[in-house]
């Protein structure tokens, strides 16, 4: 047998990157061939998916017992039913054009070199793509050509469940039959009670009590079974299942039972019910086998067919995969009634485990021995205990612990690291005063502003205590600023204004709006009295600004940043002359603020802010004291009916203490807790072993590192630096990073510190034309403060760090004014860049790398100007140097022969004179003149 694994990373709009690799199933973790290629953007394919999915939906109740007149079409059912074929041959077709695509040959060519048509063949599709997965994949025209394959789907990420093995005389099957009005669901009962060799429990319209202990079963399932009514919701990530006619469960509501039965021995999983591609998106994270669902809504018929067909070929020694392929290739008859029936039933893998045999599941060769030592080959019935669910409908008021003493488990009422959400709400408890006074404040301020430490759970008192209290009323539009709070702003209104846009209709009324409320086109009045139009039942408009305090750490642009407070502050300054409660019962809008404290000083910088805070006072949210945090502590679980050991809570409480930045330390200790309950108690026991309180968090985090291979922890340590942002003067701050920030080949890695609840990652998908935008974060700020090897790499690489941030917001003003070069870094500023880049460029972003280059550029440019100036300088300094030195030569010389003409004249007179006095016998002052007339000349000569 071979396992052939294609991973296709991408989308039909962006296209998609292909890696095959094929392995023996003697070692799948062996890797014989490996190639990698692509599949080019086909957005034709996504629109041609969609409009047979469209018409699948009109046509997928064929073969339902309900009556039908009800029904909507555009045409006639003939019309429809020819429409939908014709669209069904072209998708088909299209999707094969798509396959041969030269950009795929390397796959799609060593498939054809390595592979033979007689061998059998498991190949497994890892895609994250919501579409693609859809695709009929079964139809690409390999599997034509080799007819002993099957294809599976899978998740990118994955990993092998230790279980416990509990060897038994007979397969026990969990059959789950749940809402079944409108469908009949009594064929699958009598295939399943028929089984030979098995042990089935039925559970018909099951509570969720009964379920959830079913699950939690000591003696372990080997295959859940559902029949009934189930749904996947609109974005294929999450699915429901009617388990009765009241009662709703979203899989993820059931994620500790079905871990539970999992690590118990659960090999298969068979949802025999409509749309279950988004069940399995939830169940992928807990590892399960094999899980075998329905792509889209199934008639009752297909269903039952696909049943019992697969069950023939699986008892009688098929192997799964290709028990499967029969049965669905055996649906093909129906699609006369019910078109594109085979395309419905696909696997769902664990590429980390085997596919089991039926001999395997019932422990065949174990019978086998029995039935020799016996020697008379009795046959057991394997009908088991059955339970029709009719005298075992469970009430509120019943016992929560089964005959054998094991305990219901249910949702963990502790939000461990995040924030508390409306949902949440009925857990959410230790905070009704300061409830109290926000309800207050809506209906009488106008402007409310939370300043708390971090940590302090100021959006939870929002989310999960005022909003629920004010919602019958009051219509609320809540928003995180971000890096553009003008468009964060938009989104949140379009998505509730106009909910049913197209992908790209939404992305054209997002822009329009942001553009609108940054030219004041509209203003929040604009936008209050919108929204109370449009739902006139409502009487109030809130405006939640949760982390105000992104608009310093995340949003860099300054007159963005300028514009968007006056965005948020003019209606309330427009009415400034009057007192505030007047203003609040005239206008209907208010203003809601969850701001850190260590930021106040920030906001409060802005004078007309200041000004209004003064007018408003702030709402401090103060530490919650000991009896508060003990209501937190165990009334949530109290409501679930869960005990808490004698003296654990004040054990807690004193290790929390009453410091606010410790709520989230609390939350997600109380988490690890809930997960380790025994028999409905928290311990402890379980309390020790996750460290306490102050250490919850920091031994999980040090856990899951010490789990990674070598190259991983460094590459997770560069990613925890470059989502933290280095207070100056205040502390460190979680930062939101791109993905793109955070380099190549990490997304194996990123997905595991998702798993290890380390990071949040956050998908925004911005428009059909435009790729989404993954953005990265850590999963709270107390990570930053309590993991000890964070700190520590903080301090070692504080320098380099604190230089990138201030490079990040250089980088982003040098785009936004268009590369201008006065923007650059220069003098010493380019000088330290210039150091780092020599010294840590592997570290730095293609955008930082850039801006840098571009400053060294431009400095070395103007550095050759300047020299280039100097020399002109100093030539011509040289040439008037040089003609001012000849000008004073002559001058000089020109002084020397008027000096010397003028001594001449002198000395000529002063001869003359004594001349005279000689001859008239003056002798003595002849003589006189004479010496006179000496000295002159000897003065001259001197000089």
């Given at each position: ?350 590429p980390t485990e085997l596919p089991i045999s039926w001999q395997q599941l019932i422990g065949g060769e174990a019978r086998e021995k029995r039935q020799q030592e016996t020697g008379n ?544 016998e003056k002798e003595l002052e002849s003589i006189r003149e004479s010496i006179r007339t000496a000295r002159s000349l000897q003065s001259y000569r001197a000089s």
């Amino acid at each position: 047998m071979v396992l052939v694994i294609l991973d296709l990373d991408g989308d039909l709009q962006q296209g998609t990157a292909v890696t095959l690799e094929i392995r023996s199933e003697d070692n799948i973790l062996s890797t014989q061939t490996r190639t990698k290629g692509s599949l080019p953007p086909m957005p034709d394919l996504l629109l041609q998916y969609r409009n047979w999915q469209s018409l699948y939906h009109n046509l997928w109740f064929v073969g339902r017992l309900e009556e039908t007149e009800n029904q909507i079409f555009q045409g006639s059912p003939r019309e429809l039913d020819l429409a939908f074929r014709q669209t069904s041959e072209h998708l088909v077709i299209q999707f094969n054009q798509w396959l041969r695509s030269d950009s795929f040959r390397s796959p799609r060519e060593k498939l054809l070199e390595k592979l033979s048509p007689r061998a059998e063949i498991r190949v497994i599709f890892q895609v994250k793509d919501t579409i693609i997965r859809r695709l009929p994949w079964h139809l690409w025209d390999f599997f034509h050509r080799y007819p002993q394959a099957e294809l599976a789907l899978s998740s990118p990420a994955y990993e092998q469940v230790e279980t416990q093995f509990k060897p038994r005389k007979t397969a026990r099957i969990l059959a789950i039959l749940g809402h079944s009005q409108g469908i009949d669901i009594e064929s699958d009962r009598h295939l399943l009670a028929e089984l030979p060799d098995t042990e089935t429990v039925f559970l018909v319209e099951p509570s969720r009590k009964l379920l959830y202990q079913k699950l939690w079963d000591a003696e372990g399932w080997d295959i859940l079974f559902f029949a009934g009514h189930s749904s996947s919701y609109q974005n294929g990530e999450k699915g429901y299942l009617e388990i009765n006619k009241q009662e709703k469960i979203d899989v993820g509501e059931m994620t500790h039972a079905l871990k539970k039965a999992v690590k118990q021995g659960v090999k298969i999983a068979i949802f025999n019910s409509c749309d279950g591609l988004g069940l399995v998106r939830q169940l992928e994270s807990l590892h399960i086998p094999q899980t075998i669902v329905m792509r889209e809504p199934v008639p009752d018929l297909v269903a039952q067919e696909f049943l019992k067909y697969f069950l023939k070929a699986f008892i009688k020694g098929t192997s799964l995969y290709l028990a499967v392929r029969e049965a669905r290739e055996r649906l093909q008859v129906l699609e006369d009634q019910c078109p594109c029936a085979s395309w419905l039933p696909v696997i769902c893998q664990n590429p980390t485990e085997l596919p089991i045999s039926w001999q395997q599941l019932i422990g065949g060769e174990a019978r086998e021995k029995r039935q020799q030592e016996t020697g008379n080959g009795e046959q057991e019935t394997g009908n088991g205990e059955q339970e029709t669910g009719n005298g075992e409908q469970e009430t509120g008021n019943e016992e929560e612990e089964t005959g054998n003493g094991e305990q219901l488990f249910l949702t963990c009422p502790y939000q461990g690291l995040s924030a508390f959400s409306q949902q949440d709400a009925p857990f959410f408890f230790g905070r009704e005063t300061t409830i109290e006074k926000l309800v207050y404040a809506v209906y009488t301020k106008s402007l409310i502003t939370v300043i708390g430490a971090s940590g302090s759970g100021k959006s939870s008192v929002v989310f999960a205590g005022m909003i629920p209290e004010i919602s019958e009323d009051t219509i609320t539009i809540a928003f995180r600023p971000g890096d553009r709070p003008f468009r964060r702003l938009a989104e949140q209104c379009i998505d509730r204004l106009e909910p049913q846009l197209k992908e790209t209709e939404r992305l054209i009324e997002i822009n329009k709006l942001a553009t609108a409320l940054i030219e004041r086109k509209i203003n929040l009045d604009h936008l209050s009295d919108r929204f109370l139009q449009k739902d006139s039942e409502k009487r109030r408009f809130l405006l939640f600004v949760d982390q105000f305090e992104e608009i310093y750490t995340l949003c860099a642009d300054r007159e963005m940043r300028q514009n968007f407070l006056q965005l948020l502050i003019e209606p309330l300054l427009s009415h400034a002359d009057s007192s505030s409660q007047a203003i609040n019962m005239q206008s209907r809008l208010t203003l809601l603020l969850t701001l850190r404290a260590d930021f106040l000083e920030r906001a409060l910088s802005y004078r007309p802010f200041a000004d209004l805070l003064c007018q408003y006072p702030p709402e401090l949210l103060q530490p919650m004291n000991r009896e508060e945090l003990r209501e937190a502590i165990e009334k949530p679980a109290q409501k679930l009916n869960i005990k808490i050991a004698p003296g654990l809570s004040d054990r807690i409480l004193d290790a929390v203490g009453e410091e606010a930045g410790n709520l989230p330390l609390l939350e997600f200790a109380l988490t690890l807790l809930w997960e380790r309950q025994e028999e409905g108690v928290l311990t402890h026991k379980a309390y020790e072993d996750i460290g306490g309180v102050e250490r919850a968090l920091a031994s999980h985090a040090e856990q899951f590192y010490q789990s990674l291979t070598p190259a991983e922890k460094a590459r997770s340590q560069d990613i925890f630096l470059q989502l933290v942002h280095l207070g100056e003067a205040i502390a460190d701050t979680r930062r939101v990073a791109t993905r793109q920030e955070l380099g190549e080949d990490c997304d194996t890695l990123l997905q595991k510190l998702v798993e290890a609840r380390l990071i949040v990652l956050t998908n925004a998908n911005i428009g059909r034309d435009t790729p989404p935008i993954i953005t990265v974060e850590l999963v709270h700020e107390a990570l930053i403060r309590v993991w000890d090897r964070l700190q520590q790499w903080i301090e070692d690489d504080r320098n380099f760090r604190t230089f990138q941030n201030r490079l990040r917001i250089h980088a982003k003003d040098w785009v936004n004014a268009e590369e201008e070069e006065g923007m650059l870094l220069y003098g010493t500023p380019s000088l330290e860049a210039q150091r780092w880049y020599k010294e840590r460029e592997e570290d730095l972003s293609p955008p930082e790398k850039r801006f840098i280059e571009a400053s060294l550029a431009f400095q070395e440019r103007d550095r050759r100007d300047r020299n280039s100036l100097k020399q002109r300088l100093l030539v011509f300094l040289v040439a008037g140097l040089s003609v001012s030195l000849t000008l004073t030569a002559i001058a000089l010389w020109q002084w020397h022969r008027a000096t010397i003409g003028n001594i001449g004249v002198k000395l000529n007179a002063l001869s003359t004179a004594s001349e005279q006095l000689f001859a008239s016998e003056k002798e003595l002052e002849s003589i006189r003149e004479s010496i006179r007339t000496a000295r002159s000349l000897q003065s001259y000569r001197a000089s």
